[in-house]
Antibody, heavy 118, light 113 residues
């Protein structure tokens, strides 16, 4: 059974940093691209970033470019999202997802809440 | 970026009813080389993570009931629930993955009448 378990969320002040982790199990992690998708409170879904199966390629939405870094450790089957210079508009539930062929997302974690507030 | 527009934003339904919801993209999602539409549908129940229902516009995921039917091509897509059940009350999102960034529609919320 595919499982994606996020951790690392919480309350953080504007301008500070936070790192999210996602522990994957139930599939061969190193064979799949992975992504982060977020959802602001009561809002819709918004893609944040994607990383290729081997970590050689990364893609970001414009609003997080230069502030967020997606990375992975295939030996640990873990996905990361380093978030710097956080803004109030980054407040959201962040979902770890497995990226199937192309950029659709076939498995989702339970999500982790990030609140950016002073 | 490709803009995805879903209508209606909410819909009140009764159990057993047939439901259709629309998703329109600002440009074609049909890739000419493989004749595939790069469109997915997700279901998000209250307090839960989204769940993939349909990919490639019409391919149901394993375990998804056959009352969920995806159709359409190019820029116009439809998700049909042939006979709504109580457990189908949720928000439904479409997503295009034809181009980066992948983008989602605003969602259609199914509510009880």
């Amino acid at each position: 059974e595919v499982q994606l378990v996020e951790s690392g969320g919480g309350l953080v002040q504007p301008g500070r940093s936070m790192k999210l982790s996602c522990a994957a199990s139930g599939f061969t992690f190193s064979n799949y691209g992975m992504a982060w998708v977020r959802q602001a409170p009561t809002k819709g879904l918004e893609w944040v970033a994607t990383i290729s199966y081997d970590g050689s390629s990364t893609y970001y939405r414009d609003s997080v470019k230069g502030r967020f870094t997606i990375s992975r450790d295939n030996a640990k089957s873990t996905l990361y999202l380093q978030m710097n210079s956080l803004r109030s508009e980054d407040t959201a539930t962040y979902y770890c997802t497995r990226a199937s062929t192309g950029h659709y997302f076939d498995y989702w974690g339970q999500g982790v809440m990030v609140t950016v507030s002073s | 970026d490709i803009v995805m527009t879903q209508t209606p934003s909410s819909q009140a339904v009764s159990a057993g009813e047939k439901v259709t919801m629309s998703c329109k993209s600002s440009q074609s999602l049909l890739y000419s080389e493989n004749k595939k539409n790069y469109l997915a549908w997700y279901q998000q129940k209250p307090g839960q993570s989204p769940k993939l229902l349909i990919s490639w516009a019409s391919t149901r995921e394993s375990g998804v009931p056959d009352r969920f039917i995806g159709s359409g091509s190019g820029t116009d897509f439809t998700l049909t629930i042939s006979s709504v059940q109580a457990e189908d009350l949720a928000v439904y999102y479409c997503e295009q993955y034809y181009d980066t960034p992948p983008t989602f529609g605003g969602g259609t919320k199914l509510e009880l009448k």
